[in-house]
């Protein structure tokens, strides 16, 4: 929220001249005007992000025909718990997720926000320590609150890896990664209100060389007032 203040501002800039070498005169100029002071005050933001936001919510390998019904692996707990667990992928297959993310997003700024979606670090395989970058393996599709008509063929937009500066974070989620920016990315939403609520299903593209083992990857989401 931007406030403006208006004072006054008074300088008085005296000099002292001689008009004749007999007759000494001072003379006093007095100046007045205004100066405006502005500030940018940070806005409040509130952000909830539940994942396996709907029941129903889970992976669907992409077939031709009638789309199988979607399943999760066992860190997806249940709705609104868990992480989003593809479960078990095959390599060269392509996946989607259905319900993973909901974003539920309030402010006090009137202007709006930005929201950030970005991998902290490429997709790695925990297991030999494998990694593919994440712009070529995790997409994300606009989803709704409960009717969802995404398929496996649906189009995604690839998540990004961060430039920006990573702390935290491991294969655990008691430690998720914050990301420090000095400048943002394209946004991957953005709002002209105060208030807003996003939802995402997720596709995961899994490379032809893929080997066994157990992958992770951390989405970062930050929303910033504009």
């Known amino acids: 929220m931007k406030r403006y203040l208006l004072g006054w501002m008074s300088a008085i800039f005296a000099a002292t001249a001689l008009a004749t070498v007999l007759s000494p005169a001072v003379a006093a100029v007095r100046a007045t005007g205004t100066v405006t002071v502005a500030w940018h005050q940070p806005p409040v933001i509130n952000l909830t992000l ?99 008509t995404n398929t496996g063929f649906s189009p995604g937009l690839p998540f990004a890896q961060t430039s920006g500066s990573v702390s935290g974070g491991s294969d655990s989620i008691s430690n998720p990664p914050t990301i420090t920016y000095s400048s943002y990315p394209s946004p991957i939403a953005l709002s002209s209100t105060g208030n807003g609520d996003y939802y995402y299903d997720y596709q995961f593209k899994v490379p032809d060389t893929a080997t066994n083992g157990n992958y992770y990857v951390w989405i970062v989401y930050t929303v910033v007032g504009k």
Do not use: R
């Open 50 to 148: 539940t994942p396996n936001y709907y029941s129903g919510f889970g992976s669907i390998l992409a077939t031709f025909g009638t789309q199988p019904s979607p399943t999760h692996g066992p860190g997806a707990t249940g709705v609104g718990t868990g992480t989003v667990d593809f479960g078990t992928a095959i390599a060269g297959d392509t996946y989607l997720y259905k319900y993973a993310a909901h974003l539920h997003i309030t402010t006090n700024d009137p202007s709006g926000f930005y929201i950030y979606g970005e991998a902290a670090a490429a997709v790695v395989n925990n297991t030999d320590g494998t990694t593919y970058p994440v712009s070529q393996a995790l997409y994300y599709l606009n989803s709704s609150a409960t009717s969802d």
